[in-house]
């Protein structure tokens, strides 16, 4: 049997690795492999989007597809903090979400920094994700041919909260609707959401 300070170990390994496989599976359309990611009443609350994991995967399937106004996303995972607490979890890790599309029929790069907020519970096939929640700190956006000039409409631009400005406008052309009230620093509904999570690992 492995020692408490032993499975605190492996217990954090495979939470890594679930949340960094996660990026890959999304932005290489494994489907059936990123909906196994969560639990079975599993969530996420995004920029785009704040439902179930299965509508989640249903909704990004078809901007793979589509050809004329293709979103290639890549979500760059790196390093975070994770605190387990028997068989719950709750980590936090820092993200990148680098999406290249065309804005006011420019081709732009936007770019998100921001971060993932999970809680996990072990299930007998493993850790998986019960509700995630990105919390952006801040996007920009500039065209992907330095010789074009981007010129936002600002009046649209400042609809969307400033954390993830950026991101809210180049969506909202695609006809996406925003989720207007996700976590930013120093926001109440990041002080919900920490509320959430320790409530969580306490088992309430």
Excluded at 54 to 83: L, W, Y
Excluded at 139 to 147: C, G, K, R, V
Excluded at 183 to 189: I, L, T
């Amino acid at each position: 049997m492995p020692t408490d300070d032993t499975q605190a170990i492996l217990d954090k390994a495979a939470i890594g690795q679930l949340i960094a496989a996660w990026g890959i599976l999304r932005d290489t359309y494994a489907w059936e492999k990123l909906r196994d990611c969560w639990t079975d009443d599993g969530r996420i609350a995004v920029s785009w989007f704040d439902g179930t994991a299965d509508e989640f995967v249903a909704g990004c399937k078809p901007m793979a597809v589509d050809r004329d106004n293709q979103i290639a996303s890549q979500h760059v995972i790196t390093g975070g903090s994770i605190d387990v607490a028997g068989d719950r979890a709750v980590a936090e890790t820092r993200i990148l979400i680098l999406v290249r599309l065309k804005v006011d029929g420019i081709w732009s790069d936007v770019t998100a920094v921001a971060r993932f907020y999970d809680l996990l519970l072990r299930t007998t096939a493993g850790w998986k994700i019960r509700r995630r929640v990105a919390i952006f700190d801040k996007d920009f956006i500039a065209p992907a041919n330095p010789s074009d000039r981007l010129e936002l409409d600002q009046a649209r631009l400042e609809i969307y909260p400033e954390a993830y400005r950026c991101c809210g406008y180049m969506l909202s052309q695609r006809g996406m609707e925003i989720n207007m009230d996700l976590p930013a620093p120093g926001s109440p509904a990041l002080d919900r959401l920490y509320a959430e999570g320790a409530d969580w690992l306490a088992g309430t």
